[in-house]
């Protein structure tokens, strides 16, 4: 190998890697983007070349103006960024995605929309990453997000919501799942229950569910998991209106405990609590027990997702296959050909565990 040449504070180039291994450029281009037209031994000589100049690889823009392909994949959803990271269930759909990506040599963008749907003085973004497709995971119909998704002209799956026209979805009955958990209570003799639902719009709103936001919930998920519930509390002859029900800007173990502090306070309090969400639903049974109440002598309680901390809880729940779901997305999203599209609804599992039981006498 000739010797390394110094490049200063210059960057190098792939012509610098081509003049250093004694091949023309279009071959050590191929090297990167196409690497089945070169046989093991040369790509490994212009790979070393490279660390030694310390060529980082083709620009992103190049590579795929070449290619036609970026070699990523956008993942984009409607939380703060650090949210992907603490909360069990994303992490659990980012952890399909990203088993998925592995397999096939594909990389994997994080954008995040948070600040976006709060402030619609903010600009719209996601980001500078060239990708080949985007996953839209749990994002509101009505955010300008996905337009500006829908604008990119390249390939979109979703996942949970929003169900757009042409676009393939992965996603579960949100309906028929809460309505079997809400059945399942009624036929342990409850008739006092309680809701504490996860966020319906883009504010930061907490507090009672009330009539005029129930009217206009923008999450389907959300809009499925009520529906489901009260459907099956109304076929008992439970009227929705009788049934309170607290909304929860954050999916976290303390909006949970203070949604159930407000349960509990009623004059009727519920002895069943259906919650949204298995952290929701761990952070009431802290406010029932702080209480002197006992799970479920007192108070049953029924959460959603199967966490790994719900089964550390004893939590009741609906166990959801969210890395599945991950999984789905990338396959949906790589496999669109122009033919019609298709949806996935994966099957949900009613798990029973010990925090629910009969309804109290008297």
Known sequence: MKTTRQ???????????????????????????????????????????????GYTGPDPAAKQLATGHSGALGFLFSEDLPYAFSD??????????????????TDLALISAG?????????????????DGYILYSVAPDSRCVLMAQQRNVPLVVVDQPRLDNVPYVGIDDRGAAYNAAKTLLELGH???????????????FGILTAKRRANIAHSTIAMRLEGYLTALQEAGIAP???????????????????????????????????MSDRVAIGAMQTIRAASLSIPEDVSIFGFDDIPAAALSDLSTIRQPHER????????????????????????????RGS???????
């Open 7 to 53: 490049y200063g504070r210059r960057k190098v180039t792939l012509k610098d890697v081509a003049a250093q291994v004694g091949v023309s450029h279009t071959t050590v281009s191929n090297a990167y983007i196409r690497p089945g037209q070169l046989s093991a031994a040369l790509r490994e000589k212009i790979f070393a070349a490279a660390q030694e100049l």
């Open 356 to 362: 629910i039981g009969p309804a109290p006498k008297g």
């Open 191 to 205: 008739r006092r229950f309680g809701i504490l639902s996860l966020k319906t719009a883009h504010d930061d709103y």
């Open 88 to 105: 069990p269930a994303v992490l659990a759909v980012l952890n399909g995605v990203a088993k998925s990506c592995d397999e096939m040599e």
């Open 115 to 131: 600040s976006s749907l709060r402030n619609m003085n903010t600009p719209v973004s996601l980001g500078n990453a060239a990708v």
């Open 241 to 275: 209106e009788n049934v309170p029900a607290w909304e929860i800007p954050i999916n976290s173990e303390e909006s949970g405990a203070e949604g159930a502090r407000f349960l509990l306070n009623r004059q009727n309090a519920p002895t069943a609590i259906l919650a």
């Open 325 to 352: 779901k991950g999984m789905e997305a990338v396959r949906l999203l790589t496999q669109q050909d122009g033919r019609q599209n298709k949806n996935v609804i994966l099957e949900t599992e009613l798990v029973a």
